[in-house]
């Protein structure tokens, strides 16, 4: 019985995710509802290069996600980020699914200030997905584009385009991959509180409308809250920094599919490099 439920969830899972190959990932935008394209950490080395420009330190980081709570449906990867003098590179890896079903996910982005307000970036992206030993597998290349803007202290404004050329996965019915367009905004009302509001289209799909608070009751622990629109779902989650080394615990919740934790971890890796001086 359990295998033959099993490919119907995958096919949901497919359903909901947001593209192959796309989609927001670590605990702590899942927290917010994967809000995130204004958010500029070490998971930016995947969400959205348009904000590796302020990147200041080099830093690492894993997650792992049980969607649903069945190990099926898993998926996990890691993320780096490596500042310069000027701009900033990133490295990231996913991987979702079992051996009837699975995806691999690898990118190399790089963002770069360009002056005190506004950042951007691109990426190229690797996608890798098998379909058990019956259909094969198949590759393809593709790319991404983003950009953030400090459009003062509190506001920031920021957009994301993954494959807007609708790249081919295979030659077979004209497959290609979804093109994701994230445009969002983020204020910060005090150094513990900043609001995200996040719209999210992805080809042939409604219009998904996220919102994300993060609140920082002490130094080092932060409270998160989430939900969006299509799917509906809630979010919430906590994280804690001890040392420079981050835990981030989340969920996302759907009334009918039920929970979907996820955890993860991050630390910082050397100093904090100085941006270069202008000419």
Known sequence: ????????????????????????VGARSAAMAHTSVCLYDVWSAHNNAGSLGYMRQAGAGAFYESRFLLKDLSQSG???VFPLRKGCFGISYTNFGNKLYH????????GIALNEHISAGIAVDYLHVRISDVYGQASAFTGDAGLLAKITKQLVFAVH??????????????EKISTTIRMGLQYTFSKQVFLSIEAEK?????LNIKAGLEYT?????????????????AAFGFG???KGVKIDL???????????PCIGLSCGLGKIKTPASKS
């Open 250 to 260: 989340s969920s996302m919740y759907r009334q009918v599919l039920g929970f979907t």
């Open 1 to 24: 019985m359990r295998v033959s439920i099993i490919p119907i969830f995958i096919l949901l899972s497919l359903y909901m995710q947001a593209s192959v190959g796309d989609g927001p």
């Open 103 to 110: 995806e691999e996910t690898s990118k190399l982005s790089f």
């Open 161 to 174: 385009v993954y494959n807007p050329f609708r790249a081919a996965l295979t030659n077979y019915n004209n």
């Open 240 to 242: 804690i920094d001890y």
């Open 217 to 233: 009751p002490a130094k080092t622990v932060y409270l998160r809250f989430g939900c969006a629109s299509y799917p509906t779902q």
């Open 78 to 80: 890691f993320a780096a």
């Open 202 to 206: 992805i080809s042939f799909q409604k």
